[in-house]
Structures are given as structure tokens and as C-alpha cells.
């Protein structure tokens, strides 16, 4: 079950915080309940994606995005991401998510996020995000173009670029699909 009320708390939270410029670090607290953990009690990979939905939803909102696409109509959707597992996070393990803003490119926002379990690092995940309107994806030029700090213009590190790049170079559709439509 999707953890509404954690969402929610989190994002109220979030509102009464500071705000945060781009590179920046917003940091949830939470524990690993019963709800989270899959058939081998441990963490489920889902319920990582999940919690770093919130986390990431809650850096949006304290950079002033949330309020951006409130005022122009817009949506947001995660348009890729590459996530790690690293390490088992048990039943009741103290879980702090750290989301930091880290850039963007002509047509995605870049999200770095970390999990830790007990203060060790045990999940990552790298995001891009769309921001998008009834015509499609809005350039974040234009969306951005009355943030001039340098966090929104800043080069993004090279772990992200290389990933980006790589999926500028992927096959769109896939291989295996494009073989089976053109049968």
C-alpha cells in the first residue's frame, strides 16, 4: 500500500523548512516499518523507489519547483532513473534520504538521492525529471529562466552526465519491441 500519510507529513514538513537552491540537500527521517519489508524482511526495492519519490518531492518543493508548476499548469514525471542496492535495510532500521537538486540539461532536472540505513549508505538512485504541460516537455530554459543562480546553470557531476549521455544513445524502442512490431 502507498504510504500516503508518510507523503504527506513529509511534504507538510517540507513547506515549513527553508527554502534550498540547487545543490542543496533536503534529508527525511523515517524508520523501516512491517509495510516495507518484502519476503526476505528486508527493505523492498519498490518501497525504496517510493521513499525516494517523497524525498525527492519534498527537495522539489523547498527549490520552489511544487510552486512553479502550480502557477504555469505543469506536471512532472520521472523520465529515467539508475538505482543501486548496496545493502540490506532491516525491520525497524533508522532510513535517512537525502535528495539534492543536481543540475539539469536542456529538457530534464537532475535528482541525486541517497538512502542510508543507520548512517551507512545502502541505496542510490539517480533521477531525471520532465516537466510537462498538455503540449509536452517544457525546456528548462524557459521553465528556469527567472532562477539565474548558478545551481540551475551549474554542469552536472560526471557520474550523472555519463548516465545521461548513455541514454541519449539508447535505442528508443527497445530492440526486442521494435523486432516484434515490425513482424
Avoid at 523501516?32 to 524482511?41: E, G, I, V
Avoid at 536542456?106 to 543507520?118: G, S
Amino acid at each position: 500500500m502507498y504510504p500516503v500519510v508518510r507523503v504527506m507529513r513529509e511534504m507538510r514538513r517540507a513547506g515549513r523548512l527553508p527554502a534550498l537552491a540547487p545543490g542543496e540537500t533536503h534529508v527525511t527521517r523515517t524508520r523501516c516499518w512491517p509495510q516495507d519489508l518484502d519476503t526476505a524482511w528486508e527493505l523492498n526495492n519498490g518501497r525504496s523507489l517510493t521513499l525516494f519519490d517523497m524525498a525527492r518531492m519534498a527537495v522539489l518543493r523547498r527549490c520552489g519547483v511544487v510552486e512553479l508548476m502550480k502557477a504555469r499548469g505543469l506536471s512532472v514525471a520521472v523520465a529515467g532513473s539508475a538505482v543501486t542496492y548496496r545493502k540490506r535495510v532491516r525491520l525497524m532500521d533508522r532510513i535517512e534520504l537525502h535528495a539534492t537538486i543536481v543540475g539539469c540539461d536542456a529538457r530534464f532536472t537532475y535528482v541525486d538521492h541517497v538512502l542510508y540505513a543507520n548512517g551507512v549508505p545502502a541505496h542510490g538512485l539517480y533521477a531525471r525529471m520532465a516537466l510537462f504541460d498538455g503540449s509536452g516537455i517544457r525546456p528548462t530554459a524557459e521553465l528556469f529562466a527567472d532562477r539565474l543562480e548558478p545551481g540551475w546553470r551549474a554542469p552536472l557531476p560526471e557520474p550523472i552526465a555519463a548516465w545521461a549521455d548513455s541514454e541519449a544513445h539508447r535505442a528508443w524502442p527497445p530492440a526486442a519491441a521494435a523486432a516484434r512490431a515490425a513482424a
